[in-house]
C-alpha cells in the first residue's frame, strides 16, 4: 500500500503523535509553494481533530504561528518561525537564568 501525500507532493512519514505530525506538516507546508496548511487537512489528512490545541500548545513552546484566515473561516496555518530559529541577538524574551 502506498503512502498516503502532504498536498499531493511529499510523503507522509509515520509519527507518534499528533503535535510531531503537526510540527512536521507545518515546517513541509512553509517550504512548499503554499505555506499554509488548513484546520481541513489536519482534519482528513493526518486524522488530527483537535488541532486548535496543539497548535495553543506549540505557540506556548515558543513556535510562531500565524493563522491566515479571516475570522469565522476554516483556519489557515502559516509557520513563521521555530524556536530553534529565534535570533539571540534581536530575541527579546527572558532568558531563564540570564538578565
Known amino acids: 500500500m502506498d503512502a498516503p501525500y502532504f498536498k499531493n507532493k511529499v510523503p507522509i ?3 507518534g503523535t499528533h503535535r510531531a505530525k503537526v510540527e512536521w506538516a507545518l515546517q513541509t507546508a512553509r517550504a ?6 488548513s484546520s481541513n487537512e489536519f482534519v ?3 486524522g488530527i481533530p483537535r488541532i486548535s ?3 495553543h500548545q506549540l505557540r506556548e513552546l515558543g513556535w510562531v504561528i ?4 479571516p475570522k469565522g ?3 489557515k496555518y502559516k509557520l513563521i518561525r521555530t524556536p530553534s530559529e ?4 534581536s530575541d527579546n524574551r527572558i532568558k531563564i537564568g540570564k538578565i
Open 13 to 15: 512519514p509515520v509519527f
Open 32 to 37: 512548499m509553494q503554499e505555506h499554509s496548511v
Open 44 to 46: 482528513y489528512t493526518f
Open 53 to 55: 490545541g496543539i497548535i
Open 66 to 69: 500565524e493563522n491566515l484566515a
Open 73 to 75: 473561516k476554516t483556519a
Open 86 to 89: 529565534w535570533d539571540a541577538l
